[in-house]
């Protein structure tokens, strides 16, 4: 499978909430980087952050724009759009670099996005976050 | 020229401060979206922003980490290295998207990147920022 069918079939999972999937793509050595957070390092590392965040969010529904390859190199422009768990909806924009070994598995994922946009879409600025309570 | 020989001679020019390159480079009707700003539409108003970025900007040294292209859209994953004018260093992680028109010229430029690690590296916080002063 080539690696930009590869980054679909991963951002599907996450459409699905399919955890079991979104964790089967990874590989143990992946690198997780939301680039205004801290990397987060390793399968077990990141599939714990990804629980977590998956507990906050009722659906997922991901709209990639672009994507493109160069080798094993996939970028991608998206827009992040969920359903958290108390009914909110959020939208982030998105561009992503996925990095996929040879077996097909994600080595690295960094995500570039901006953080005031995020915390404000998911509630957390103080200001609409009123919603979250 | 392809589209990806396109952005890359764009980023040449940035790297070389030749705004005459980089104006030469805008379609007519480019649109140019720093995402959490409001995109400036129009090769002169683009220009114009340009020109006032440039005038507090010394030297920018962009390096591209990844650069991938599906037909005339490009992606890439870069840090933007700058010299201000006050001789402060900024950086910023950016991803950023380019449409390219069958004539080479750039129609669309969209760059994502955290605006608080922007406002940081440009000393507009009011942190370090003093050093802006």
């Given at each position: 499978?080539?690696?930009?069918?590869?980054?679909?079939?991963?951002?599907?999972?996450?459409?699905?909430?399919?955890?079991?999937?979104i964790e089967a793509a990874l590989?143990?050595?992946?690198?997780?980087?939301n680039i205004?957070?801290?990397?987060?390092?390793?399968?077990a590392a990141v599939a714990e952050v990804i629980r977590d965040f998956l507990a906050g969010a009722a659906a997922c529904n991901w709209e990639t724009h672009h994507?493109?390859?160069?080798?094993?190199?996939?970028?991608?422009?998206?827009?992040?759009?969920?359903?958290?768990?108390?009914?909110r909806e959020a939208a982030v924009r998105v561009m992503g670099t996925f990095e996929i070994a040879a077996d097909g598995l994600i080595?690295?994922?960094?995500?570039?996005f901006d953080s005031v946009e995020m915390m404000r879409e998911f509630g957390m600025d103080g200001?609409?976050?009123?919603a979250l309570t």
């Open positions: 499978m080539d690696p930009i069918k590869q980054v679909e079939a991963f951002i599907s999972a996450w459409n699905r909430c399919d955890i079991a999937q590989d143990e050595a992946v690198i997780y980087h205004p957070l801290e990397p987060v390092s390793g399968k994507i493109a390859a160069n080798g094993p190199v996939v970028l991608t422009e998206r827009t992040d759009r969920f359903t958290l768990a108390n009914g080595t690295y994922w960094r995500d570039y200001g609409d976050g009123a």
